[in-house]
């Protein structure tokens, strides 16, 4: 059973830097997609970034193309979430998911396996 842990977060003020993490077990992360989502208060589920199995194939929303960067460790069975020029519109739930394929794209349903999700704050 695939179990997905986010790490990082908290409070980041507006400009700021911040990452996230995502630790993958009972499963060889090589045989997964990986993808970022986030929920504000409010507001529906986004994408936010995917990384195919080998991490050379990315593709990123428009809110965050530029600012942020996805990244895995397919050795350490880890998926980054790097965060820079934060905004507040960037305060949210950030979540991790796995998908059951090589290359997964922005829709929520092209992912089976979800973290607990891990909250990111930006200070105006």
């Known amino acids: 059973q695939v179990r997905l842990e986010e790490f990082g977060g908290g409070l980041v003020q507006t400009g700021g830097s911040l990452s996230v993490s995502c630790v993958v077990s009972?499963?060889?992360?090589?045989?997964?997609?990986m993808g970022w989502f986030r929920q504000a208060p409010g507001k529906e589920r986004e994408f936010v970034a995917t990384v195919n199995w080998s991490g050379d194939r990315k593709n990123y929303a428009d809110s965050v193309r530029g600012r942020f960067t996805i990244a895995r460790d397919n050795a350490k069975n880890t998926v980054y979430l790097r965060m820079s020029s934060v905004k507040p519109e960037d305060t949210a739930v950030y979540y991790c998911?796995?998908?059951?394929?090589?290359?997964?794209?922005?829709?929520?349903?092209?992912?089976?396996?979800w973290g607990q999700g891990i909250q990111v704050t930006v200070s105006s």
């Open positions: 009972g499963s060889r992360l090589t045989d997964h997609a």
């Open positions: 998911a796995a998908a059951s394929a090589y290359y997964s794209g922005t829709l929520i349903g092209e992912y089976d396996t």
